[in-house]
Each structure stands twice: as structure tokens, then as C-alpha cells.
């Protein structure tokens, strides 16, 4: 787990049968960290590296890793190559294989306008690729206050992000089946539309199957889908903030909704585990792990699959 307070960043942990995590060791301080509206540090895990990705207000991603074998934390390497054009802080990170990494945020380079841009590190997360545009939407902008989602394996890379095009927020996917070389063009999830003309600052998340099949959450109005990338979407629930993890051939969800967090795993019912918002989730084994804030508190709630 990964969250920032101030300026520092912090990493937990949780092994075995223990129901609570580590005491928190500082990471890095970024000077004017973001860290509000799911903006905070990111995290991804691979067999050998843990890549924490934050952003600064100034506009510029940093990654820090450690190398697992080791225990220790490289410093922060900037991400974007062209600096200060992450303004709105929005950005992910995901681990493939080894020191394979994927990382995709909002981007404002060359027309002050956002769009999706992404790196690739080889060595753990100590080095970044030459920065690609992966999608640009041709009404200038992609939706300018939601989160993006990245999940990636072996070659595949899936970045999910909503649009904002003809005048309606809807959520988008784009792949990358050569290792984030290139992309494919980003395809439209779900048969129905939002038009808006607002932010709904709600992003959702894509994770993969155990076959690597991307599988989708997302919120429309008020309501929260999954979706399969070129099949119908599917409702779940009422609220916001929705995300996912990966658990067998179906994504397990949390949200919120009234103040409280939900969680939904398959065709189970929804399972309340406190109050807060914005919750974040990870599976192990069997056992789900829901972080979420209350009250400018990281709370935590476990639950059995």
C-alpha cells in the first residue's frame, strides 16, 4: 500500500494471516505532492520491484523503486520528458513482468490541451522510455479531471480513460499488444453515452483476468458498470468512485456511495466495510484488501472470497 501525507510519500505492507499492515516507512518527500481525488501516489508489484509513481503540483510525474531483493528505495527518476505538463495529476502505473513497467497520465505538451500520453521502463521503474502519445482526442481535449487506469502482462497494456468527444464523457480503452510500443486505436466502451458538458472526475479501472482478458469498471450518471472491451456493459450499482481488482474471471469491486464503501465480488451482494470514500483495492490469495479515506484517515477492511 502507498499514500502520501504533505509532501511524503509512504509504503505498507501486510503478509500472512495478519489483519492490519506494517507501520508505514517514508518513501521519498516530493515537494507539493497531489494527493487529493485519487491523484496520490500509485503503486505497482512485480516479482522483483515495487514502483510508487506521484506527481508534483508543478506538473511532473516521479517514480521510485525498490528493488525487493535488496530492500532498498532508488530516488525519484521524472517520468515525463517534457516537464511540468501533468497539471491535473491524474496518472497510473503498472507492473508486467519483472522490471517491466507501463506508466500513462494526462498530458498538456505542445497544445495545452490533455491527452493520453505513456513510458515504459525495462530496469524495475530506474529509467523511463521516450515519451508516446496514445490517444488524442480530435475535439481537442480528453475528459480533463478523471482518472486514468493502466493494467499490463507480458506484452498486452491496457490504458482506460474517458473521452471527451461529440460532447459526451464516455470511458475509452486503448491496448498495446507489442510491450506499449505502439497502440491500437482506442475503442468506446459500453453501447450507451453521457453526454455532458462537465467533469464527472470519476475514472473507473481495468484490470485483467486470469487468461489476460481486460475487464472494465466504470461510472455513467449515476450508475456503475462493468463491461467487457466490445460486449454490452452490464450494471452493478448506484454510486461513484468505482474500482476494481482482478479476481478469477470477474473483477471484484468496491465504491462508494452516501458516505459508505461497498464491496461486490461476482454475483454476490454488495458488502458494506465502513465509512469513507474513495476506496482502492488488491487481492491476495483469498483474501481482499479495501483501503479508503474518512476523514483525512487511510482506513482499512479485509474481506474473505
Same mark, same amino acid.
Given at each position: 500500500?502507498?499514500?502520501?501525507?504533505?509532501? $511524503?510519500?509512504?509504503?505498507?505492507?501486510?503478509?500472512?494471516? *495478519?489483519?492490519? +499492515?506494517?507501520?508505514? #516507512?517514508?518513501?521519498?518527500?516530493?515537494?507539493?505532492?497531489?494527493?487529493?481525488?485519487?491523484?496520490?501516489?500509485?503503486?505497482?508489484? $512485480?516479482?522483483?520491484? #515495487?514502483?510508487?509513481?506521484?506527481?508534483?503540483?508543478? %506538473?511532473? =510525474?516521479? !517514480?521510485?523503486?525498490?528493488?525487493?531483493?535488496?530492500?532498498?528505495?532508488?530516488?525519484? =527518476?521524472?517520468?515525463?520528458?517534457?516537464?511540468?505538463?501533468? &497539471?491535473?495529476? +491524474?496518472?497510473?502505473?503498472?507492473?508486467?513482468?519483472? %522490471?517491466? +513497467?507501463?506508466?500513462?497520465?494526462?498530458?498538456?505538451?505542445?497544445?495545452? &490541451?490533455?491527452?493520453?500520453? %505513456?513510458?515504459?521502463?525495462?530496469?524495475? /521503474?530506474?529509467?523511463?522510455?521516450?515519451?508516446?502519445?496514445?490517444?488524442?482526442?480530435?475535439?481537442?481535449?480528453?475528459?480533463?479531471?478523471?482518472?486514468?487506469? =493502466?493494467?499490463?502482462?507480458?506484452?498486452?497494456?491496457?490504458?482506460?480513460?474517458?473521452?471527451?468527444?461529440? @460532447?459526451?464523457?464516455?470511458?475509452?480503452?486503448?491496448?498495446?499488444?507489442?510491450?506499449?510500443?505502439?497502440?491500437?486505436?482506442?475503442?468506446?466502451? %459500453?453501447?450507451?453515452?453521457?453526454?455532458?458538458?462537465?467533469?464527472?472526475?470519476?475514472?473507473?479501472?481495468?484490470?485483467?483476468? *486470469?487468461?489476460?482478458?481486460?475487464?472494465?469498471?466504470?461510472?455513467?450518471?449515476?450508475?456503475?458498470?462493468?463491461?467487457?472491451?466490445?460486449?454490452?456493459?452490464?450494471? #452493478?450499482?448506484?454510486?461513484?468512485?468505482?474500482? !476494481?481488482?482482478?479476481?478469477?474471471?470477474?473483477?471484484?469491486?468496491?465504491?462508494?456511495?452516501?458516505?459508505?464503501?461497498?464491496?461486490?465480488?461476482?454475483?454476490?451482494?454488495?458488502?458494506?466495510?465502513? &465509512? /469513507?470514500?474513495?476506496?482502492?483495492?488488491?487481492?491476495?490469495?483469498?483474501?481482499?484488501?479495501?483501503?479508503?479515506?474518512?476523514?483525512?484517515?487511510?482506513? #482499512?477492511?479485509?474481506? @474473505?472470497?
Amino acid at each position: 500500500m502507498t499514500f502520501g501525507q504533505d509532501s $511524503t510519500l509512504y509504503y505498507a505492507t501486510s503478509s500472512g494471516r *495478519k489483519a492490519t +499492515f506494517s507501520p508505514p #516507512v517514508m518513501v521519498a518527500v516530493l515537494p507539493n505532492l497531489v494527493a487529493s481525488a485519487k491523484r496520490g501516489p500509485q503503486i505497482a508489484v $512485480t516479482d522483483q520491484f #515495487v514502483v510508487v509513481s506521484a506527481v508534483n503540483k508543478a %506538473g511532473d =510525474i516521479f !517514480a521510485y523503486s525498490l528493488d525487493r531483493k535488496s530492500g532498498r528505495w532508488s530516488s525519484g =527518476i521524472r517520468i515525463n520528458d517534457v516537464p511540468q505538463i501533468a &497539471k491535473e495529476g +491524474f496518472q497510473a502505473v503498472a507492473g508486467a513482468s519483472k %522490471g517491466l +513497467f507501463h506508466a500513462a497520465w494526462l498530458d498538456l505538451r505542445g497544445d495545452k &490541451k490533455n491527452k493520453i500520453v %505513456g513510458a515504459t521502463s525495462r530496469d524495475g /521503474g530506474r529509467s523511463w522510455s521516450t515519451n508516446q502519445v496514445i490517444y488524442r482526442s480530435p475535439d481537442g481535449t480528453v475528459c480533463e479531471c478523471c482518472k486514468v487506469s =493502466i493494467a499490463a502482462t507480458k506484452n498486452d497494456v491496457y490504458v482506460q480513460f474517458r473521452n471527451w468527444l461529440d @460532447g459526451s464523457r464516455n470511458l475509452y480503452l486503448a491496448h498495446s499488444a507489442d510491450g506499449g510500443k505502439t497502440y491500437q486505436p482506442a475503442q468506446k466502451l %459500453g453501447t450507451g453515452t453521457w453526454k455532458l458538458n462537465a467533469c464527472p472526475m470519476d475514472g473507473g479501472a481495468v484490470v485483467l483476468s *486470469k487468461t489476460g482478458q481486460p475487464l472494465t469498471a466504470w461510472r455513467r450518471e449515476n450508475t456503475l458498470y462493468t463491461c467487457v472491451p466490445g460486449e454490452t456493459e452490464q450494471p #452493478v450499482s448506484t454510486g461513484r468512485n468505482v474500482t !476494481a481488482a482482478a479476481n478469477s474471471d470477474k473483477p471484484l469491486l468496491a465504491w462508494d456511495e452516501g458516505g459508505t464503501v461497498w464491496i461486490k465480488s461476482g454475483s454476490q451482494s454488495p458488502v458494506s466495510v465502513g &465509512k /469513507g470514500q474513495m476506496p482502492s483495492l488488491a487481492v491476495a490469495g483469498k483474501t481482499a484488501w479495501c483501503v479508503w479515506e474518512l476523514d483525512g484517515q487511510v482506513m #482499512v477492511g479485509r474481506v @474473505g472470497l
